[in-house]
Antibody, heavy 118, light 112 residues
Framework: EVQLVESGGGLVQPGGSLRLSCAAS????????MSWVRQAPGKGLEWVAN????????YYVDSVKGRFTISRDNAKNSLYLQMNSLRGEDAAVYYC???????????WGQGTLVTVSS | QSALTQPASVSGSPGQSITISCTGT?????????VSWYQQHPGEAPKLMIY???NRPSGVPDRFSGSKSGNTASLTISGLQAEDEAHYYC????????????FGGGTKLTVL
């Protein structure tokens, strides 16, 4: 059974940092692109970033470029999102997502909530 | 403002059929076969219902179907059931932009 379990969310002040983690199991992690997708409270879905199987390619939505870094450790079956210089508009539930074809996620984690407030 | 346009809400009675539209451009929906639909119940993660315009993942009932014409994709749910009440989001791969994919704003389906 495919499982994606996020952790690392919480309350952070504007300008602060957080590192999200996603533990993957039930599939061959190093064979899939992985993404982070977020959802602000009461809002729709927004793709944030993705990373190729071997970590050699990474892409980001413009609003997080230079502030967020996606990475993975295939030996640990883990995906990460380092978030720096956090802003109020970054507050959301962040989902770890497995991409099985172009631009398409077939499995999602349960999400981790990031709150940005002073 | 979302890149793909969906109606904010639709409704139908049990047993009826409804269709949710998703309008984009030739740079996303109209240009590629990688259109997908997700169902999200309150407090839960999204669930993939349709991929590559009209394909259903294993376990998704055949009451759910997808199609596309030009820059508009559609999700049709036939034989509505109470458990279908949820938010539905469309998404399209969009490689020729700065994004990997774009989502619609979501449609709230109410089963009357």
């Amino acid at each position: 059974e495919v499982q994606l379990v996020e952790s690392g969310g919480g309350l952070v002040q504007p300008g602060g940092s957080l590192r999200l983690s996603c533990a993957a199991s039930g599939f061959t992690f190093n064979k899939y692109w992985m993404s982070w997708v977020r959802q602000a409270p009461g809002k729709g879905l927004e793709w944030v970033a993705n990373i190729k199987q071997d970590g050699s390619e990474k892409y980001y939505v413009d609003s997080v470029k230079g502030r967020f870094t996606i990475s993975r450790d295939n030996a640990k079956n883990s995906l990460y999102l380092q978030m720096n210089s956090l802003r109020g508009e970054d507050a959301a539930v962040y989902y770890c997502a497995r991409d099985f074809t172009a631009g398409t996620t077939d499995y999602w984690g349960q999400g981790t909530l990031v709150t940005v407030s002073s | 403002q979302s890149a793909l346009t969906q109606p904010a809400s639709v409704s139908g009675s049990p047993g009826q059929s409804i269709t949710i539209s998703c309008t984009g451009t030739s740079s996303d929906v109209g240009g590629y076969k990688y259109v997908s639909w997700y169902q999200q119940h309150p407090g839960e993660a999204p669930k993939l219902m349709i991929y590559e315009v009209s394909n259903r993942p294993s376990g998704v009932p055949d009451r759910f179907s997808g199609s596309k014409s030009g820059n508009t994709a559609s999700l049709t749910i036939s034989g509505l059931q109470a458990e279908d009440e949820a938010h539905y989001y469309c998404s399209s791969y969009t490689p020729n932009t700065a994004l990997d994919r774009v989502f619609g704003g979501g449609t709230k389906l109410t089963v009357l």
